[in-house]
């Protein structure tokens, strides 16, 4: 049996042994030597593949036919198109020929999208999590032809090496097994299912109740506290991920602890780490927007691909920066960001793309693709770009001088070796803020203002020299959920920032959610959509399609394979937290009530395709796939938020909104099953924690009332609402808690004053 491999951001082999890859994608053939069924996919990563020796299948019933008719084991891959470590073993193994006969023998190879697919993603990263103790991808999963898993890891080299066993290796091993032991194959993978299911399991213990707010407010403090870097920010050494479920939750707990000194270092952990990302490198200075992670302590190598779910959530929580600080470097920070999903990840129909890749071609005439190539720069490349002497500044500086200085270029290039395991950056400069923009003024003999100035004249012409360069891959792929995310991040900048583009950009993707992404037949949510042709938006379709029509020199003809295509993909729990969180966003800033009515529809639908009602809580997919051998409960908070996380706030907001106690009901529901988790280890549940304050504490609503309609969707929701009035015929305003509300006051003063805490 083999042991899983555990997988941290690099990737680390079956024996622990660092992984010495070497990377690089070679230029496409004009004439593709192979092509398999990913032909006929939309996604982006599958179609990637499509021309692998490989004979890979998508996720779907073809696949489980053939194992079960042919009565072989099942290769299970599994990644998404912006993941370099997913190159690196496409390069090596799923290009070869040789490997690729071993895999077309012995096994029924099927590549998933774990961005498509996350339901299966989940499952089989269960199995690789529990017998490892990490994960990561590319996942590489061996099963029984009744999708069992009983091996498994991540990334596998090509071939054996000093303490390593290669891809080709494990392979051969397994099929022997599998010849040989069949029998004991089939009853450890019984085995192995029945205990995930065990230990998968999350539901009601006893009579457990939602705990108590202020005991797992401060825990959660405390143990974010000491995990705390109070240098560089963030909370972990390395790899450092931005985690804004993190820095929520701390501006959470200054709100509810203003006055104390533990209110204070909440503040300053969630500023600082905010200050810290933004002037690193993983903060693209040129470009705009941020990569997903950082490889040292200091945010300062990135893993270059850009998320769009990164971008959502950041966009947000900086936009609370800025509300809280009243610091206008937050406020730039938050224009950056949308700068870059408008310019970079927007679809002409209005939806947001996926993201974009960390690899690229260095020159049009490159061979290989290089991680970061698009965005870093060798010195000499920058002082023959900035030339300029700079007027006023001590004699002899250019324009390179000072960026440089501001920016930590060096000559010999500015990233550490051991943080650069295949040399792709040598020589190269990642940009960080070197030092604050006082010091690089008075270095050079300048006024703060004229260096503000000198700076974004270089990071222009930085730009249009970097828009000469190869691009990075793009995935185009549309979901619903990341699409979720960054409509809250406009809604909630557009709120901030007074920017009524920004609303109007949010109100234009979920447009764009309800005619791509919605059924209004079924009433139910679709995971994704894809660029077609010529810009237009695509879905998978059922009906019959000639794939794989390949020329056959020996057989003198055309060999058609016909099948059904699939079906659009359902949404999962996460599609509908995220959107219905993003459709209370942009009512709460535009007041447009078809938003509310949308995201209280989809709240209904929610419940029935995904409540456990013995259990209690969300199951992140509905039951009618018979494939997905576990249904399961996500129980962390990660890059993004636990599904149920969110929807504890949501049904919060929604029973605000509707006047439907039972939502409340639900609520504390969901937070009793995890209330063990939330009083014994609240940090890996900081976005729950928030919203067990918000279960124990009444929430405000704040009624203007105004000239408009008085029969529309929400008065007849509430209607109590009718009985409120204006007062001496001006705009006037009612504080609300319980459906009770306050006297009516028609001055900002006034309506201050009662909103103090």
């Given at each position: 049996m083999l042991a899983s491999l555990r997988c941290g951001r690099r990737c680390t082999f079956l024996t622990g042994i660092a992984a010495m890859s070497t990377v690089g994608t070679a230029g496409p053939p004009s004439v593709p030597r192979h092509t398999n069924r990913l032909i006929n996919e939309k996604s982006p990563y599958l179609l990637q593949h499509a021309h692998n020796p490989v004979d890979w299948y998508p996720w779907g019933q073809e696949a489980f036919d053939k194992a079960k008719t042919e009565n072989k084991l099942i290769f299970l891959s599994v990644g998404y198109s912006t993941c370099h470590w997913c190159h690196v073993m496409e390069e090596e193994s799923f290009k070869s020929k040789e490997i690729g006969d071993i895999m077309n023998e012995h096994f029924v190879c099927i590549k998933v999208d774990r961005e498509e697919r996350p339901d299966v993603d989940k499952v089989y990263m269960t199995f690789v999590q529990a017998t490892s103790g990490g994960g990561g991808w590319p996942m590489s999963v061996w099963l029984t032809p009744d999708l069992k898993p009983f091996a498994g890891g991540t990334y596998f080299p090509p071939e054996d090496g000093v303490n390593r066993v290669g891809f080709r290796t494990v392979l051969l091993r397994i099929a022997e097994q599998w010849k040989e032991n069949k029998d004991a194959l089939l009853e450890s993978s019984q085995r192995i299912l029945e205990a995930l299911r065990h230990t998968s399991e999350i539901r009601v213990q006893g009579q457990a109740s939602p705990p108590p707010a202020k005991e797992v407010m401060d825990t959660c403090f405390q143990q974010l506290s000491r995990s705390y870097d109070e240098e560089y920010g963030g909370f972990s050494k390395?790899?450092?991920?931005?985690?804004?479920?993190?820095?929520?939750?701390?501006?959470?707990?200054?709100?509810?602890?203003?006055?104390?000194?533990e209110g204070t270092r909440a503040l300053q952990m969630a500023l600082h780490t905010l200050k810290m990302m933004a002037h690193g490198g993983i903060h693209d200075h040129i470009g705009q927007g941020f990569h997903?992670?950082?490889?040292?302590?200091?945010?300062?190598?990135?893993?270059?691909?850009?998320?769009?779910?990164?971008?959502?959530?950041?966009?947000?929580?900086?936009s609370k920066a800025f509300q809280i600080s009243g610091d206008e470097f937050f406020a730039d920070v938050v224009r950056d960001i949308l700068l870059y999903v408008s310019r970079d990840l927007s679809d002409q129909a209005g939806g947001f793309y996926s993201a974009q890749d960390a690899d690229s071609y260095p020159t049009t005439t490159s061979r290989e693709k290089r991680e970061g190539a698009f965005c870093v720069w060798a010195a000499k490349e920058l002082r023959a770009l900035l030339p300029d002497p700079v007027e006023g500044a001590t004699e002899g500086t250019t324009l390179a001088d000072v960026f440089m200085h501001h920016y930590g270029v060096k000559e010999a290039g500015n990233v550490d070796p051991a943080r650069d395991p295949h040399q792709e950056l040598k020589g190269k400069n990642v940009l960080i803020v070197h030092c604050s923009p006082e010091l690089t003024a008075a270095k050079f003999g300048l006024e703060p203002g004229q260096l503000s100035t000198l700076l974004q004249e270089c990071q222009q012409r930085l730009s249009s020299a970097r828009a000469q360069r190869p691009q990075p891959h793009l995935d185009t792929k549309m979901l619903a959920a990341w699409n979720g995310l960054m409509i809250s991040g406009f809604a909630q900048a557009g709120a901030a920032l007074s920017e009524h583009g920004y609303v109007s950009r949010a109100a234009q993707a979920a447009a764009f959610l309800r005619t791509h992404l919605f059924d209004p037949d079924s009433g139910k949510l679709l995971r994704s959509c894809y660029q077609g042709m010529h810009n237009s938006v695509e879905q998978r379709t059922l009906g019959l399609n000639c794939v794989m029509a390949t020329a056959s020199a020996l057989l003198g003809g055309i060999s058609l394979v016909i099948r059904d295509h699939a079906l659009p993909i359902q949404g999962f729990l996460e599609d509908y937290v995220f959107v219905i969180q993003a459709l209370f966003d942009l009512y709460e800033v535009s007041l447009e009530q078809g938003w509310l009515e949308w995201a209280l529809h989809l709240q209904h639908m929610q419940d029935k395709l995904f409540w456990d009602p013995k259990g209690f809580a969300y199951f992140s997919t509905e039951a009618s796939d018979p494939s997905l051998l576990l249904r399961l409960k996500d129980d962390q908070d990660g890059v993004e938020p636990a599904?149920?996380?969110?929807a504890v706030t949501n049904l919060l907001r929604a029973a605000c909104y509707s006047g439907r106690m039972d939502w409340v009901e639900k609520a504390g529901k969901i937070l009793a099953v995890f209330s063990e988790r939330l009083q014994k280890i609240p940090i890996i549940l900081p976005e729950m924690v928030r919203a067990t304050a918000v279960f124990h504490r009444t929430l405000k609503q704040v009624l203007m009332v105004a000239d408009g309609d008085n029969a529309g969707f929400?008065?007849?929701?509430?209607?109590?609402?009718?009985?409120?009035?204006?007062?001496?015929?001006k705009a006037?305003?009612?504080?609300?808690?319980?459906?009770?509300?306050?006297l009516p006051v028609t001055s900002v003063q006034e309506l201050r004053g009662m909103l103090s805490p």
């Open positions: 390395y790899p450092k991920f931005p985690m804004p479920v993190n820095l929520n939750f701390l501006f959470t707990y200054w709100a509810l602890h203003q006055t104390t000194p997903r992670y950082s490889v040292d302590q200091h945010w300062h190598v990135p893993h270059f691909e850009k998320m769009l779910y990164d971008q959502g959530q950041l966009a947000a929580i900086y599904p149920n996380s969110v929400l008065y007849r929701q509430l209607p109590f609402l009718a009985s409120l009035e204006r007062k001496d015929g006037t305003a009612y504080v609300c808690s319980n459906f009770t509300c306050s």
